[in-house]
T-cell receptor, first 112, second 116 residues
Framework: QKEVEQNSGPLSVPEGAIASLNCTYS??????FFWYRQYSGKSPELIMF????GDKEDGRFTAQLNKASQYVSLLIRDSQPSDSATYLC????????????FGRGTSLIVHP | SAVISQKPSRDICQRGTSLTIQCQVD?????MFWYRQQPGQSLTLIAT?????????ESGFVIDKFPISRPNLTFSTLTVSNMSPEDSSIYLC?????????????FGSGTRLTVV
């Protein structure tokens, strides 16, 4: 059973701070990693994709992957109230035909 | 990225009845995926729909309960049959546009189903 674990939160940070969201996964053969943002009542939207160890930056978002520790994280710099949402971690592998397995998500609240 | 039109957006249904959810994609895709998202839970894959063949169901989901059609490369339906209150959930279709993981998976807007 492939598992993707996230702290459900809520994670509350002040506006302008760095929000750090974490995800661990059980399948050591996992190769592709996604972070999705889901606003309340909306469908998930992709914000980051990473497949190599290390950091990947896109604007205010940085994904960090450590395959040895089976750990992927998402940093949001200069957090804004509009970043308040649930962030879903998803993991895929060739063994699963690259169909992602999702975590339960972490609720992020950015307060002014 | 692909644009997916999913309908209905929400429905309230009587137990014992069936509801068919439709997803239309603006481009041809090999596989379409159907997920369920229960409150506070992760997205759970129900089945993968391929054009021209039977859908592949995940453990815990069966064709009699969730029949799927995939008549062409841009359209699919999921039926929730003989509904009970436990089927109350959000149902989402998804595709991987262009077949590249770097584009991720795009989701429809979801169908919020309440069974009473």
């Amino acid at each position: 059973q492939k598992e993707v674990e996230q702290n459900s939160g809520p994670l509350s940070v002040p506006e302008g701070a760095i929000a750090s969201l974490n995800c661990t996964y059980s399948d050591r053969g996992s190769q592709s990693f996604f972070w999705y943002r889901q606003y309340s009542g909306k469908s998930p939207e992709l914000i980051m994709f990473i497949y190599s160890n290390g950091d990947k930056e896109d604007g205010r978002f940085t994904a960090q992957l450590n395959k040895a520790s089976q750990y992927v994280s998402l940093l949001i710099r200069d957090s804004q109230p509009s970043d308040s949402a649930t962030y879903l971690c998803a993991v895929a592998s060739s063994g699963g035909s690259y169909i992602p397995t999702f975590g339960r998500g972490t609720s992020l609240i950015v307060h002014p | 990225s692909a644009v997916i039109s999913q309908k209905p957006s929400r429905d309230i249904c009587q137990r014992g009845t069936s509801l068919t959810i439709q997803c239309q994609v603006d481009s041809q895709v090999t596989m379409m995926f159907w997920y369920r998202q229960q409150p506070g839970q992760s997205l759970t894959l129900i089945a993968t729909a391929n054009q021209g063949s039977e859908a592949t169901y995940e453990s815990g989901f069966v064709i009699d309960k969730f029949p799927i059609s995939r008549p062409n490369l841009t359209f699919s339906t999921l039926t929730v049959s003989n509904m009970s209150p436990e089927d109350s959930s959000i149902y989402l279709c998804s595709v991987n546009p262009g077949g590249s993981l770097s584009y991720g998976y795009t989701f429809g807007s979801g169908t919020r189903l309440t069974v009473v």
